[in-house]
């Protein structure tokens, strides 16, 4: 049986042979036409809007505008297409896989244990997903990840650099998305927790309280826009107990094997709490805690749980796991085999089952704007859409007419997109037939009219 040590882990070469894998696997479905929500972020964020422009629109929206205004600057930059909205997600999500080595190394002073971390973030199903989105989910993750580990170490070495940028991670983390707003609630209970099982003494809780407020004075400004929130109608239905469990396992891109042996390493600190309280409670009760306090609010005011704003407990999940399997005896003989197999799954997963590669975020706005200009440029031809705010994102870089929700049954032709967002029936004056239709998956369907 191979048997490794620590300097094994210390060479460069696997670190790069394993970044240039997760990179390629990233790109595979970079160029795909962009989503619903990646529309409005590129919409938002666009060139043409002013910083006032986008900070206005977040106040209505289901989060605070610093991400919109990153990417806003980003596309300014390295110019406005499709493909740079989902570059800087890519830039983002591999900062968090280095963090995420940087961190577990830090917390467990183990570079084999470090490195089981970064090859299960670089491999995860779910963040090379959202790896090439135009959202901030990548953004969710890198920040959760500082401000969970920072928090431990400042704990854990009383070193008042480590409070402060748990100050700063969780600022920016506030400012990008109202799940923080729930993490650092959920971090000061188990922090207050600490303190009365004696695990920290005064002063350090205190210091933590202080760095709470100036959390909370700095993001102040803002806190009337996320509270005003809750009276808002959700997309989101009411969640079930046991979604904890299908989460997880939408988090491994539904592989059972690496579903098993998450759910193993998780249980097993569980039980072995007492191993490291401070740890154990900061990082077990992030994960717990982060889907119980969303859930409550669920109920008692509108639904707000859903698996990609849980992404921001998914690096406790990647380090506690990964401190299991690296320095547990159990089956100890058997690791390399179990690697193999976990990692072997990842991949059958990623190729032949849920098939990434044939396109993970693809929805057919672009597609069905291109048929638009391709089969009668430059006519005039009224385009019906309800969510005409997203497929004019396509169709204000050609030169035919604009969408609209407004129906009107005026010309010889009329274009209708149909979406499966759309709430409102669609009904036509009966002179008008059926000319041309595409249908999409997904519940997509591109009809060209034609009057009698």
Same mark, same amino acid.
């Given at each position: 049986?191979?048997?490794?040590?620590?300097?094994?882990?210390?060479?460069?070469?696997?670190?790069?042979?394993?970044?240039?894998?997760?990179?390629?696997?990233?790109?595979?479905?970079?160029? %795909?036409?962009?989503?619903? %929500?990646?529309?409005?972020?590129?919409?938002?964020?666009?060139?043409?809007?002013?910083?006032?422009?986008?900070?206005?629109?977040? *106040?209505? %929206?289901?989060?605070?505008?610093?991400?919109?205004?990153?990417?806003?600057?980003?596309?300014?930059?390295?110019?406005?297409?499709?493909?740079?909205?989902?570059?800087?997600?890519?830039?983002?999500?591999?900062?968090?896989?280095?963090?995420?080595?940087?961190?577990?190394?830090?917390?467990?002073?183990?570079?084999?244990?470090?490195? !089981?971390?970064?090859?299960?973030?670089?491999?995860?199903?779910?963040?090379?997903?959202?790896? @090439?989105?135009?959202?901030?989910?990548?953004?969710?993750?890198?920040?959760?990840?500082?401000?969970?580990?920072?928090?431990? !170490?400042?704990?854990?070495?009383?070193?008042?650099?480590? !409070?402060?940028?748990?100050?700063?991670?969780?600022?920016?983390?506030?400012?990008?998305?109202?799940?923080?707003?729930?993490?650092?609630?959920?971090?000061?209970?188990?922090?207050?927790?600490?303190?009365?099982?004696?695990?920290?003494?005064?002063?350090?809780?205190?210091?933590?309280?202080?760095?709470?407020?100036?959390?909370?004075?700095?993001?102040?400004?803002?806190?009337?826009?996320?509270?005003?929130?809750?009276?808002?109608?959700?997309?989101?239905?009411?969640?079930?107990?046991?979604?904890?469990?299908?989460?997880?396992?939408?988090?491994? /891109?539904?592989?059972? &094997?690496?579903?098993?042996?998450?759910?193993?390493?998780?249980?097993?600190?569980?039980?072995?709490?007492? =191993?490291?309280?401070?740890?154990?409670?900061?990082?077990?009760?992030?994960?717990? !805690?982060?889907?119980?306090?969303?859930?409550? &609010?669920?109920?008692?005011?509108?639904?707000?749980?859903?698996?990609?704003?849980?992404?921001?407990?998914?690096?406790?999940?990647?380090?506690?796991?990964?401190?299991?399997?690296?320095?547990?005896?159990?089956?100890?003989?058997?690791?390399?085999?179990?690697?193999?197999?976990? #990692?072997?799954?990842?991949?059958?997963? #990623?190729?032949?089952?849920? *098939?990434?590669?044939? @396109?993970?975020?693809?929805?057919?706005?672009?597609?069905?704007?291109?048929?638009?200009?391709?089969?009668?440029? /430059?006519?005039?031809?009224?385009?019906?859409?309800? +969510?005409?705010?997203?497929?004019?994102?396509?169709?204000?870089?050609?030169? &035919?007419?604009? =969408?609209?929700?407004?129906?009107?049954?005026?010309?010889?032709?009329?274009?209708?997109?149909?979406?499966?967002? %759309?709430?409102?029936?669609? =009904?036509?004056?009966? +002179?008008? +037939?059926?000319?041309?239709?595409?249908?999409?998956?997904? @519940?997509?369907?591109?009809?060209?009219?034609?009057?009698?």
């Amino acid at each position: 049986m191979l048997q490794f040590s620590e300097k094994h882990f210390k060479r460069p070469l696997p670190y790069i042979i394993i970044m240039l894998i997760g990179l390629s696997m990233r790109l595979l479905n970079i160029n %795909d036409g962009l989503w619903l %929500d990646e529309i409005w972020s590129m919409n938002i964020s666009g060139v043409e809007n002013s910083a006032l422009d986008i900070i206005e629109a977040c *106040k209505t %929206d289901t989060h605070p505008p610093l991400y919109d205004l990153l990417l806003h600057y980003f596309l300014l930059l390295v110019g406005d297409s499709d493909i740079s909205g989902r570059i800087l997600s890519l830039i983002i999500g591999f900062l968090g896989i280095i963090s995420t080595f940087y961190y577990t190394l830090r917390i467990t002073k183990k570079y084999k244990t470090s490195f !089981l971390a970064f090859t299960l973030i670089t491999f995860s199903f779910f963040h090379i997903y959202y790896s @090439g989105e135009g959202r901030f989910y990548t953004f969710l993750y890198f920040l959760s990840l500082g401000a969970i580990s920072e928090l431990y !170490l400042f704990l854990t070495t009383k070193r008042y650099n480590r !409070l402060f940028l748990f100050v700063f991670y969780s600022l920016i983390l506030v400012y990008t998305h109202y799940y923080g707003a729930i993490l650092l609630f959920v971090l000061s209970i188990l922090v207050f927790l600490l303190w009365i099982m004696k695990e920290i003494n005064t002063k350090t809780f205190l210091y933590f309280a202080l760095s709470g407020f100036v959390i909370l004075a700095i993001f102040s400004p803002w806190l009337p826009y996320m509270l005003v929130r809750k009276s808002n109608s959700s997309w989101m239905s009411e969640p079930k107990i046991w979604d904890f469990f299908e989460y997880l396992y939408l988090y491994t /891109g539904k592989n059972p &094997v690496e579903f098993i042996f998450i759910l193993l390493a998780l249980s097993m600190s569980i039980k072995n709490m007492k =191993s490291n309280v401070i740890l154990n409670t900061i990082f077990i009760g992030a994960i717990i !805690l982060g889907f119980i306090v969303p859930f409550v &609010v669920s109920y008692l005011s509108t639904p707000m749980l859903h698996n990609r704003y849980t992404f921001i407990y998914y690096p406790c999940i990647i380090i506690l796991t990964s401190i299991f399997w690296g320095q547990t005896d159990i089956l100890k003989g058997k690791k390399i085999m179990i690697y193999v197999v976990v #990692f072997g799954s990842i991949f059958f997963n #990623f190729f032949f089952i849920n *098939k990434f590669i044939d @396109g993970a975020h693809l929805e057919p706005w672009r597609d069905a704007s291109l048929e638009i200009r391709k089969d009668r440029e /430059g006519e005039k031809i009224n385009i019906y859409c309800e +969510q005409d705010f997203h497929l004019n994102y396509y169709l204000k870089k050609s030169n &035919v007419k604009l =969408s609209s929700y407004v129906l009107k049954e005026e010309g010889s032709f009329l274009w209708h997109f149909k979406t499966p967002y %759309d709430k409102v029936a669609f =009904s036509l004056n009966q +002179q008008y +037939q059926i000319e041309e239709q595409i249908e999409y998956e997904g @519940g997509f369907v591109l009809t060209l009219y034609k009057k009698e």
